[in-house]
């Protein structure tokens, strides 16, 4: 499998249709393919997106729209988000030295590069459904970057290690969908065992988010802990009618 072919760009609410075109154009000139917008306006066939675009408008016509980031990354093995800052609930940090990583991932699994609206950035909530966060090293001073220019950096990071040799076994990892599925089994059994708050469970389910993410569980691991939920679950069940 090319690479390539598995690595997405996803634009979470962008707010200006040049950016989106040059964000195409960008992506032609990296090799990039697979443009996915979140958004609810139709910001793909503007005509300064299309302007912007220049020879990118393959990119443009081929985009995804989805009016939701978890429907944008639900078939996704790896979502990294991009940030300006550190969020003390962030998921891990995966920096732009070992991007050649993400790419030898990307042989086998889906991969998804996160870019936030340009006037916030991703908040806690989006990057906590990520599994790494990325900061490109910028002046302290002033280290928000234009959106497409962020884009830029990336898709030619990638692009220079698509050359380098990459490992030969690469494990496929279970999609951000199925680890909703744990995610949320795990929150309804460990609230119910009173390990979760109830008030405030997503207080250490951020940590669990991303410490599975970190791991990257296979088909067969999840299902292992899916069972072990639900064991959990018919136990607490068997107590209760005693």
């Known amino acids: 499998m090319n690479p390539f072919d598995n690595i997405y760009i ?3 609410y962008p707010k200006r249709s040049g950016n989106v075109g040059s964000i195409a154009r960008i992506m032609k000139n990296f090799c990039l393919k697979n443009l996915r917008v979140v958004s609810n306006r139709e910001i793909l066939t503007t005509f300064e997106s299309k302007k912007m675009a220049v020879h ?3 990119i443009l016509e081929n985009a ?3 009016k939701a980031l978890e429907d944008a ?3 996704l093995s790896v979502v990294v988000g991009t940030t300006g800052k550190f969020h003390k609930d962030s998921p ?4 732009i030295d070992v991007f050649g990583e993400l790419i030898a991932k990307a042989q086998k699994n889906k991969v998804g590069i996160l870019f936030g609206p340009e006037d916030r950035g991703l908040s806690n909530e989006e990057l906590a459904l990520c599994s790494y ?3 490109i090293p910028a002046n302290p001073d002033y280290p928000s970057l234009n959106l497409s220019h962020a884009v830029g950096i990336v898709a030619w990071e990638i692009f220079k290690r698509m050359d380098k040799p990459k490992p030969k076994k690469v494990k496929r ?3 951000k969908e199925n680890m909703e599925r744990l995610y949320s089994r795990m929150k309804e059994v460990y609230t119910e065992v009173g390990f979760l708050d109830k008030i405030n469970p997503e207080r250490i389910m951020k940590a669990l988010r991303a410490l599975y993410d970190r791991i990257e569980l296979t088909d067969r691991e ?3 802990l899916l069972g072990i939920l639900k064991q959990t679950k018919w136990y607490i069940e068997k107590l209760k009618n005693k």
């Open 10 to 12: 996803i634009l979470l």
């Open 56 to 58: 990118g408008k393959d």
């Open 64 to 66: 995804e729209r989805y």
């Open 73 to 75: 990354i639900s078939d």
């Open 92 to 95: 891990s940090e995966f920096t």
């Open 133 to 135: 966060f990325l900061t």
């Open 173 to 175: 990892i279970v999609t």
């Open 222 to 224: 999840l299902r292992i």
